[in-house]
Structures are given as C-alpha cells and as structure tokens.
C-alpha cells in the first residue's frame, strides 16, 4: 500500500470525447508523475508536476494535460480521445527530501478504454 | 538516450527453481536503479532499488539484484520462487532529464508452474 490513490478504478469512453482522471498522492509527496502503460508494454512517462507547475514533459501531444493543486492532488486531462488512448494510466508521487534520487510511489490505476 | 532493456517478454520457471531476470541499461551518469513488480490488475510496488555503494542489494520478497557497470545490467535473482510470484516484472532506471522521472523496461512476464 503506496498511500496512492487514483480513481475512477475504470472509465469506458468513445472517441472524440474528453476525461479526466485524478491522483492523490502520499502524505507529504509535493511532486506528482503521470505515466500511460498500454497493454503489453512498460509504462511512459506524460508529464511531472511539482508544486502546481509542471516540470517535465514526455513524448505525448498537447491534448494530454495536466493539474496540480495546492494539497498536491492532481488531474490528468486528454481531449479528443483517440483508440489508442486506451491504456492503464499510473500516478506516482515522490519527495524532493529524496533528493536526486527519484523513488516514485505508485498507485494502483486507472484503466481508460476508448470505443 | 537512456534506455531500458529487458530482453525477455516471458519466463516460466517451476515453484522452487531459482530465478534471474535480465536487465541492461544505458544511462550517461551513475544510474539509480529499479525492479518493479505489477501483479494483474495492480499498480507497481517496488521491489528494491540500487543508488551506490554494495552492488549486491536486496529487497523485499527474497528478492535481490546486483549492479554490474562493466555490463550495464541490474538483473534480479531469487533462490526459490513460489507460486505468488507470477506477474511481470519491469527495471527501470531513474532519469533526471525533463523533470524526475522513471524509464521503464517493456517488462517480463513471469509464470510459475507447479
């Protein structure tokens, strides 16, 4: 138990439309991760936040985006869903007290399945 | 680039056998190290975790991994596996290129037959 949570658990959605899912990280984590792992592969890295301002960002387009609140809570966003959008997406949270060192914690998911 | 290699998809061992799952690497800098373990369904829980210091490490499960830079690889091991160890398992590597962030392996799907 990571002290990760994400929901919804599962979301079914058809092309074209928009969803939002959501993070809370682990007591005392500021920096929330996003991360898209389609079946069959490892995860990839979408973007990073850190205190509400995003600090990174991987290989995805504009129509994935992203949110961090003041008590490090956090959105993902993707517009105009794509079939292939249909992925498990994984939240991690971490320190910065880590330093360097990049231990992300990580929820257990959210399974978006696009029609 | 960094990069993640796991060079195999899947491995079936039998309850008791020992176990070792490869992984190689390719990072610029002294690299921080991972083995992730997600069960059907699940998130990832972190198995162990290498930053310096003794190359040989150990985690939680029986399980353990040893860094060799000479052959950027970080394989797991352990010495008798058992039936609740079925699940894919994936390395990663810890990157501080654009933000924090950890780059996964495509993972190695573990079965375990009785």
């Known amino acids: 138990e990571t002290g990760v949570t994400q929901s919804p658990t599962h979301l079914i959605k058809t092309r074209g439309q928009q969803v939002t899912l959501r993070c809370s990280s682990q007591?005392?984590?500021?920096?929330v991760s996003w991360y898209q792992q389609a079946l069959g592969q490892g995860p990839q890295f979408i973007f990073q936040?850190?205190?509400?301002?995003?600090?990174g960002r991987g290989n995805f387009p504009p129509r994935f985006s992203g949110l961090q609140f003041p008590n490090y809570s956090s959105e993902l966003n993707v517009n105009a869903l794509e079939l292939d959008d249909s992925a498990l997406y994984l939240c991690?949270?971490?320190?910065?007290?880590?330093?360097?060192?990049?231990?992300?914690?990580f929820g257990a998911g959210t399974r978006l399945s696009v029609l | 680039a960094q990069s993640v290699t796991q060079p195999d998809i899947h491995i079936t061992v039998s309850e008791g056998a020992s176990l070792e799952l490869r992984c190689n690497y390719s990072y610029g800098a002294t690299p921080y190290l991972f083995w992730y373990v997600q069960s059907p369904g699940q998130g990832l829980q972190l198995l162990l975790k290498?930053?310096?210091?003794?190359?040989l490490v150990q985690g939680i499960k029986g399980f353990e991994a040893e860094f060799k830079r000479s052959q950027s690889s970080f394989n797991l091991r352990k010495p008798s596996v058992h039936w609740s160890d079925a699940a894919e398992y994936f390395c990663?590597?810890?990157?501080?290129?654009?933000?924090?962030?950890?780059?996964f392996g495509a993972g190695t799907r573990l079965f375990v037959k009785a």
């Open positions: 991690a949270s971490s320190s910065p007290s880590q330093g360097s060192k990049n231990i992300q914690y």
């Open positions: 990663a590597v810890g990157s501080n290129t654009g933000g924090f962030k950890t780059i």
């Open positions: 290498y930053f310096s210091g003794d190359t």
């Open positions: 936040y850190y205190r509400e301002e995003e600090n």
């Open positions: 007591s005392g984590h500021n920096t």
